[in-house]
């Protein structure tokens, strides 16, 4: 065997040399350092930023999302409210009917009754009114007639009016006497 196989068989060709990994190892520390002064900084400088906007952005909306919840619990009680104006101004319209129709129906029934008082007032003038009348002419009647069957004038007017007033009474006496026959014919 020749050294240079001895040799090639000592060497792995997997595991770098020793200068490459002393000189890797600096870079990479370099590298590192770097990275680790500069660039972290400004992504954490950047991610807190963004979580601070995330959260900021959380705390509005669940600020906005509270206050909608206290605008629709003041809207729901506006609207309850509302509703119960609407049902008492209805019971209310409700009541002032029913108080305008009573009085109109009072008002209705005190008129009826006014007429009806006025009615029965001028039947009752004017029934005093045909009696009066009719006594008179029942008397003028009656006072001819006896005129005529006693054969002597009536000219006295107590006399007369005494003939009068007789005869009336009697015509009034047969008159219950007539409507108790007749009730009693039908």
């Known amino acids: 065997m020749t050294p240079l196989i001895l040799a090639a068989e000592d060497v792995n060709p997997l595991l770098p040399a020793v200068y490459d990994i002393v000189w890797s190892a600096v870079c990479f520390v370099i590298i590192f350092l770097v990275f680790w002064k500069k660039v972290l900084p400004n992504f954490k400088k950047t991610l807190d930023a963004r979580s601070e906007a995330i959260q900021g952005g959380i705390e509005k909306a669940e600020k906005a999302q509270a206050e909608a919840a206290a605008a629709l619990d003041e809207y729901q009680q506006q609207l309850a409210e509302g509703r119960a104006e609407a049902a008492r101004i209805r019971e209310e319209a409700r009541a002032e009917g029913a108080q305008i129709l009573a009085e109109m129906k009072e008002q209705a029934a005190?008129?009826?009754?006014?007429?009806?008082?006025?009615?029965?007032?001028?039947?009752?003038?004017?029934?005093?009114?045909?009696?009066?009348?009719?006594?008179?002419?029942?008397?003028?009647?009656?006072?001819?007639?006896?005129?005529?069957?006693?054969?002597?004038?009536?000219?006295?007017?107590?006399?007369?009016?005494?003939?009068?007033?007789?005869?009336?009474?009697?015509?009034?006496?047969?008159?219950?006497?007539?409507?108790?026959?007749?009730?009693?014919?039908?």
């Open 110 to 186: 005190s008129e009826a009754a006014r007429i009806t008082a006025t009615a029965h007032t001028q039947l009752e003038a004017d029934r005093q009114q045909a009696l009066v009348s009719l006594r008179s002419e029942v008397g003028n009647l009656a006072t001819d007639l006896a005129a005529r069957i006693v054969g002597e004038t009536l000219s006295d007017d107590a006399r007369a009016s005494n003939v009068v007033d007789r005869f009336i009474a009697e015509l009034e006496a047969e008159q219950p006497v007539q409507a108790t026959a007749a009730t009693k014919g039908n």
